[in-house]
């Protein structure tokens, strides 16, 4: 622990105040990262059907 986190431990700061922990941060990058697969798979699916129904169209 650095010096610095350990004086704002010590001053009695908040747990708001000090940076977050390398798991915070860890499981915050591992939540982001999945939200941003879950829109990515989200996108392919609609362009998929939107190009099944162009097609759908274009066929006689």
Same mark, same amino acid.
């Given at each position: 622990?650095?010096?610095?986190?350990?004086?704002?431990?010590?001053?009695?700061?908040? &747990?708001? *105040?000090?940076?977050?922990?390398?798991?915070? +941060?860890? /499981? @915050? %990058?591992?939540?982001?990262?999945?939200?941003?697969?879950?829109?990515? &798979?989200? *996108?392919?699916?609609?362009?998929?059907?939107? +190009?099944? /129904? @162009? %097609?759908?169209?274009?066929?006689?």
């Amino acid at each position: 622990m650095s010096e610095q986190t350990k004086s704002r431990i010590d001053a009695g700061a908040p &747990r708001e *105040q000090l940076p977050p922990t390398l798991e915070e +941060t860890q /499981a @915050r %990058n591992a939540e982001l990262r999945m939200q941003k697969m879950a829109k990515q &798979r989200q *996108q392919a699916l609609s362009e998929r059907s939107l +190009t099944a /129904a @162009r %097609n759908e169209k274009q066929v006689p």
